[in-house]
C-alpha cells in the first residue's frame, strides 16, 4: 500500500477480499464505522447498506443527544428553554458552526430550520422577484419532482406560465448526464430574461456534480440570481458555497448528514444579501432581534444574519439527532471523507467494469461525489429486488436506474467488494 492509502491503483490484486480487507485496516476514518447502528439481515449481520443518498445511518450517539433533551424537558418543564447545557432558545446555534465549516460558508450566512422544500419556497420567494422581461428559472432536466413543483408553483403565484417560465437543461444521449459547455450555452441563451438559476451541485438521479463556480460567473454575467440545491452535496462534497459566490442554498440533512428521517433542512444566504431593508421575505418572531424577541412586540425586526429567515422555535430532538451527526463530521473532516469517498466509489466502478461490464454500464460521469447511477441492461427491476432480497441496500428509480453509495463515513472496501460479487453470482443466473 502506498504512503496515502487513498492514492492506491488498482491492479489485479483489488480483484479480491484480501485487497480490500487490507484497505480497510490502513483507513485512517475506519473507526467512524463503529459510531453507525447498521441495520440486520435475518443472519444477525450487518446490511450491505449503500442508500446513504436516500436515508443516512443512525449515529450511535444519537440516542445520547436525544435523551438529554428528553431529560431536559422532564427536569425542567418550559424552563428547558434556558436551563441544562444546551438551552433550546439556543439550540439551532449549536449547528451553526459545523454547517458553516460543512458548505465554505460564513456563521452568518447559515441556518438549520425547517425542510428542504420548504426552504426552497422561502429562499425562490426572497430570489425570485420576475418581471415581464426577467422571468425565467434555469433547473435540472431531471429535476427532483418536488423541486419541480416548487418552481412551476412560484412561477404560477407571480402570474407565469411555467412552461414559459421554467427553463430545463439539455440532457446528452444518455438522457442523463449535461455537459458543461452545454450549461454554460444554455444560460447564455436565455441570458437577461433569466431571473434565477436553481440547480442541484449533484444530480439526484445520475449523481453528475456541476462546476458551482463556473456556473455561478455564468449566471451572474448574464443579470441572474444564482443557488444550489445540495440535497445530495452537503454531507457528501466539499463545498465551497461562500468562496464561490453563491447567492442562496438549501439541503436536507437525512441523507449524507444522517439526521434520521424528515431531519431538518439547512439553508443558506450570501452575506452580501443580508440586512438588506428592500428583500421580501416571509417571516416569523425566530428571525426577529433576539433581545427583543420576548418583548413580543408587533413589528419584525430582522437579525443580520441567514437567521432572519427562520420563522418558529425550531423542533429540539431532531436538532439533536442532527447534532450528533454534524459532530462526526467536524471530527472526520469533510476533506478527508471526499478523499476518501473518491477513491472507495473509484474502486466500485473498477471492480464493477472488470466483473460485470457486459451487464451494467456505470452512467455517473468522474465528476461526481459517492454515488454511482447504474443503468442494468436487463430487467433492473429484477435485479434490484434480489439484491434487497439479499440485504442489500440500494435504490430503484423508474425506469431502470439503481442508485448505490459507499458512503466514506461508515462504508469500506469490504462492503464495496461484497456488493459486486453478489451482483456477480446474480448475474450468472
Ligand atoms: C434533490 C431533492 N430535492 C428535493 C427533495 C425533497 O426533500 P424534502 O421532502 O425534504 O422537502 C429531495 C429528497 O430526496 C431531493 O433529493
Same mark, same amino acid.
Given at each position: 500500500?502506498?504512503?496515502?492509502?487513498?492514492s492506491?491503483?488498482f491492479?489485479?490484486e483489488?480483484?479480491?477480499?484480501?485487497?480490500?480487507k487490507?484497505?480497510?485496516?490502513?483507513d485512517?476514518?475506519?473507526?467512524?464505522?463503529?459510531?453507525?447502528?447498521?441495520?440486520?439481515?435475518?443472519?444477525g449481520?450487518?446490511?450491505?447498506?449503500?442508500?446513504?443518498?436516500?436515508?443516512?445511518?443512525?449515529?450511535k450517539?444519537?440516542?445520547?443527544?436525544?435523551?438529554?433533551?428528553?431529560?431536559?424537558?422532564?427536569?425542567?418543564?418550559?424552563?428547558?428553554?434556558?436551563?441544562?447545557?444546551?438551552?433550546?432558545?439556543?439550540?439551532?446555534?449549536?449547528?451553526?458552526?459545523?454547517?458553516?465549516?460543512?458548505?465554505?460558508?460564513?456563521?452568518?450566512?447559515?441556518?438549520?430550520?425547517?425542510?428542504?422544500?420548504?426552504?426552497?419556497?422561502?429562499?425562490?420567494?426572497?430570489?425570485?422577484?420576475p418581471?415581464?422581461k426577467?422571468?425565467?428559472?434555469?433547473?435540472e432536466?431531471?429535476?427532483?419532482?418536488?423541486?419541480?413543483?416548487?418552481?412551476?408553483?412560484?412561477?404560477?403565484?407571480?402570474?407565469?406560465?411555467?412552461k414559459?417560465?421554467?427553463?430545463?437543461?439539455?440532457?446528452?444521449?444518455?438522457?442523463?448526464?449535461?455537459?458543461?459547455?452545454?450549461?454554460?450555452?444554455t444560460?447564455?441563451?436565455?441570458?437577461?430574461?433569466l431571473a434565477?438559476?436553481?440547480? &442541484?451541485?449533484?444530480?439526484?438521479?445520475?449523481?453528475?456534480?456541476? $462546476?458551482? =463556480?463556473?456556473?455561478?460567473?455564468?449566471?451572474?454575467k448574464?443579470?441572474?440570481?444564482?443557488?444550489?440545491?445540495?440535497?445530495?452535496?452537503?454531507?457528501?462534497l466539499?463545498?465551497t458555497?461562500?468562496?464561490?459566490?453563491?447567492?442562496?442554498?438549501?439541503w436536507?440533512?437525512?441523507?449524507?448528514?444522517?439526521? &434520521?428521517?424528515?431531519?431538518?433542512?439547512?439553508?443558506?444566504?450570501?452575506?452580501?444579501h443580508?440586512?438588506?431593508?428592500d428583500?421580501?421575505?416571509f417571516?416569523?418572531?425566530?428571525?426577529?432581534? =433576539?433581545?427583543?424577541?420576548?418583548?413580543?412586540?408587533?413589528?419584525?425586526?430582522?437579525?443580520?444574519?441567514?437567521?432572519?429567515?427562520?420563522?418558529?422555535?425550531p423542533?429540539?430532538?431532531?436538532?439533536?439527532?442532527?447534532?450528533?451527526?454534524?459532530?462526526?463530521?467536524?471530527?472526520?473532516?469533510?476533506?478527508?471523507?471526499?478523499?476518501?469517498?473518491d477513491?472507495?466509489?473509484?474502486?466500485?466502478e473498477?471492480l464493477?467494469?472488470?466483473n460485470?461490464?457486459?451487464?451494467?454500464?456505470?452512467?455517473?460521469? =468522474?465528476?461526481r461525489?459517492?454515488?454511482?447511477?447504474?443503468?442494468?441492461?436487463?430487467?433492473?427491476?429484477?435485479?434490484f429486488?434480489?439484491?434487497?432480497?439479499?440485504?442489500?441496500?440500494?435504490?430503484?428509480?423508474?425506469?431502470?436506474i439503481?442508485?448505490?453509495t459507499?458512503?466514506?463515513?461508515?462504508?469500506n472496501?469490504? $462492503?464495496?467488494f461484497k456488493?459486486?460479487?453478489?451482483? =456477480?453470482?446474480?448475474?450468472k443466473?
Open positions: 500500500m502506498s504512503q496515502n492509502i487513498f492506491t491503483p491492479t489485479a483489488s480483484n479480491t477480499i484480501d485487497f480490500a487490507k484497505m480497510d485496516q490502513a485512517p476514518l475506519k473507526k467512524f464505522r463503529d459510531e453507525f447502528h447498521f441495520p440486520q439481515t435475518a443472519k449481520e450487518n446490511q450491505l447498506y449503500f442508500a446513504g443518498h436516500s436515508l443516512g445511518l443512525m449515529p450517539r444519537a440516542h445520547a443527544f436525544v435523551n438529554q433533551e428528553l431529560n431536559s424537558w422532564a427536569k425542567y418543564g418550559v424552563e428547558g428553554h434556558f436551563l441544562g447545557s444546551h438551552p433550546w432558545v439556543h439550540y439551532h446555534e449549536f449547528i451553526t458552526e459545523s454547517f458553516a465549516r460543512l458548505v465554505g460558508a460564513k456563521k452568518s450566512e447559515v441556518i438549520a430550520m425547517n425542510t428542504l422544500t420548504v426552504n426552497l419556497h422561502l429562499m425562490l420567494v426572497s430570489f425570485y422577484r418581471t415581464q426577467r422571468f425565467k428559472i434555469l433547473i432536466n431531471n429535476t427532483f419532482p418536488s423541486d419541480k413543483y416548487a418552481v412551476d408553483s412560484q412561477a404560477r403565484f407571480h402570474g407565469f406560465d411555467p414559459q417560465a421554467i427553463v430545463e437543461l439539455k440532457p446528452g444521449v444518455d438522457g442523463l448526464t449535461v455537459s458543461e459547455e452545454s450549461i454554460l450555452e444560460i447564455k441563451q436565455h441570458g437577461d430574461e434565477v438559476i436553481m440547480l &442541484g451541485d449533484c444530480n439526484y438521479l445520475s449523481g453528475q456534480k456541476f $462546476d458551482m =463556480k463556473k456556473i455561478v460567473e455564468a449566471g451572474h448574464v443579470g441572474a440570481v444564482v443557488g444550489f440545491n445540495l440535497a445530495h452535496g452537503a454531507g457528501n466539499h463545498l458555497l461562500h468562496d464561490d459566490n453563491v447567492d442562496f442554498a438549501m436536507c440533512s437525512y441523507k449524507y448528514l444522517n439526521s &434520521g428521517p424528515g431531519g431538518l433542512a439547512g439553508a443558506y444566504v450570501n452575506e452580501k443580508l440586512n438588506k431593508k428583500i421580501p421575505r417571516e416569523g418572531w425566530w428571525g426577529h432581534n =433576539k433581545e427583543s424577541r420576548f418583548k413580543m412586540g408587533p413589528d419584525f425586526e430582522p437579525l443580520p444574519t441567514a437567521e432572519a429567515w427562520q420563522l418558529s422555535n423542533p429540539i430532538f431532531q436538532l439533536a439527532s442532527l447534532r450528533a451527526s454534524m459532530e462526526l463530521f467536524d471530527e472526520a473532516g469533510i476533506k478527508n471523507l471526499r478523499e476518501k469517498g477513491h472507495l466509489t473509484g474502486y466500485f473498477w464493477l467494469k472488470e460485470l461490464a457486459d451487464t451494467i454500464e456505470v452512467v455517473t460521469p =468522474k465528476s461525489g459517492s454515488m454511482l447511477c447504474l443503468k442494468f441492461k436487463t430487467s433492473p427491476k429484477a435485479w429486488d434480489k439484491m434487497i432480497h439479499a440485504g442489500c441496500i440500494v435504490d430503484f428509480r423508474e425506469p431502470y439503481i442508485r448505490a459507499p458512503v466514506p463515513l461508515y462504508n472496501y469490504e $462492503d464495496v456488493l459486486v460479487m453478489l451482483l =456477480k453470482e446474480f448475474s443466473g
